[in-house]
């Protein structure tokens, strides 16, 4: 489960930095702009603001997914399968998220909200 964690830090990394390295790739900021205060928000592509949205949502779950990894480590719970569906789902939402899918994207998104509930409902019986 810790290496579960570990690679979820990972994505929020690679999440977070995207949006950076795509508008580099674009020409739309500059290494100095990346290097800066950044006061003023350049143009950026439909693809880069989309980057900016799935890092946005990938940090309104993972600090559930965090606390209930922890937990279940702190209570012996197996809960492995759920945490790597879950981690997989996310990857796989965000490939979705850049390439603009929308429909599936949220069928993806249903299916890692489950994860997380199904990684909860054990913590619950333990009581």
């Known amino acids: 489960m810790i290496e579960l964690i570990l690679w979820s830090l990972v994505l929020l990394i690679v999440q977070l930095m995207t ?39 990938l940090l309104e779950t993972l600090p559930a997914f965090l606390v209930l990894a922890i937990l279940s480590i702190m209570n012996s719970t197996d809960v492995i399968l759920l945490a790597q569906a879950w981690l997989g789902l996310r990857v796989v939402f965000f490939g979705l998220y850049l390439t603009g899918v929308a429909y599936i994207r949220t069928l993806v998104w249903i299916g890692a909200l489950g994860c997380l509930i199904g990684m909860a409902l054990p913590l619950l019986s333990r009581g």
């Open 19 to 57: 949006p950076a390295v795509l508008a580099l790739m674009g020409g739309q900021v500059s290494v100095a702009y990346l290097l800066s205060a950044r006061d003023e928000s350049p143009q950026t592509s439909d693809t880069v603001l989309r980057a900016q949205r799935a890092a946005a949502n």
